[in-house]
């Protein structure tokens, strides 16, 4: 952790602390966990601070203005409208803008369940709430923080392989090189080049038993540093993708698809994982 990281986290972690403090105070709280950067650690003077409160039944209208003003929150907002187990304020604290979200004990442990379950929740951007929970801050309730903690520890097993078969999805532009370039398709041919980049890291988190979503993803590097199992010079040469020749690009991306292939293969080497046009295969143009 630089100086400023250690700066910036530590002024984040006292302000969510008072929040914690005040909340306590006034409604009866069954945990805290500070989310984002603040809570791994890694904030810097550009980050927000994303507060998730977990109770019974949710404060009134008043309350939630008191624990806002005892910290001198300023320009209060809402991204969406309260509903019987949730609600969310954004408002201002001397620049730092700062969420603070309340969330029911139960309709949180039904959303766990559905996403530890059903693969269009797990295959989504709620994914960040598993990783949040693993790598959050709890400020109170750390015992009923740990509970859940033990729950999406383990990644499943089952999703970890439909999340494989899923992602495992790539637009051969090694193949249809030529045609791209005769169709003055450039922003299409970086679009595939991106999404493909993608369905790699997807896999490639799914195998290592990561928590992942494409969803503003930040921090890419240090994802990738914790997969065991991943190509060489992963981030690299996924982000030369975008920046290579045609050809060269194409050839890269299909270095990747193969090593990745292989990887996964020696984890789990019953999946199917078919390519039409795996790389190296040119299309042929056609002649009268």
Not at 171 to 190: C, H, I, K, Q, T
Not at 230 to 249: F, G, K, N, Y
């Amino acid at each position: 952790m630089t100086r400023v990281d250690a700066e910036a986290t530590h002024h984040l972690r006292r302000l969510a602390a008072r929040l914690v403090e005040a909340a306590r105070e006034r409604i009866p709280l069954r945990a805290a966990i500070l989310v984002g950067s603040a809570g791994r650690g890694d904030a810097d003077f550009y980050s927000d601070l994303d507060l998730l409160l977990y109770v019974d039944q949710l404060p009134g209208v008043e309350a939630l203005t008191q624990i806002r003003n005892i910290i001198g929150g300023a320009n209060p907002s809402r991204r969406s409208e309260p509903t019987d187990d949730f609600c969310s304020e954004e408002f201002d604290v001397n620049g730092i803008r700062t969420e603070v979200s309340f969330l029911t004990v139960n309709r949180a442990e039904q959303r766990l369940d559905r996403l530890l379950e059903d693969i269009e929740a797990f295959d989504s951007p709620l994914q960040k709430i598993l990783s949040g929970l693993l790598e959050g801050l709890p400020l109170h309730g750390e015992d009923f923080v740990e509970r859940w903690r033990d729950r999406v520890g383990s990644y499943p097993e089952r999703l970890r392989r439909a999340i494989i078969e899923r992602h495992w999805n790539f637009f051969p532009v090694w193949y249809y090189g030529e045609g791209m370039a005769r169709r003055d398709s450039e922003l299409w041919r970086l679009d595939m080049l991106l999404d493909a980049a993608f369905n790699l890291l997807a896999v490639l988190a799914a195998l290592n038993r990561l928590y992942f979503t494409r969803f503003e993803l930040k921090r890419t590097r240090t994802l990738i540093a914790r997969m065991a199992l991943a190509p060489p010079h992963l981030a690299d040469r996924l982000e030369s993708l975008c920046r290579l020749e045609p050809d060269a690009a194409a050839d890269q991306l299909g270095r990747l698809i193969n090593e990745t292939r292989a990887l996964v293969m020696s984890e789990l080497p019953d999946l199917q994982l078919p390519l039409p046009f795996p790389p190296g295969t040119r299309q042929q143009p056609w002649s009268p």
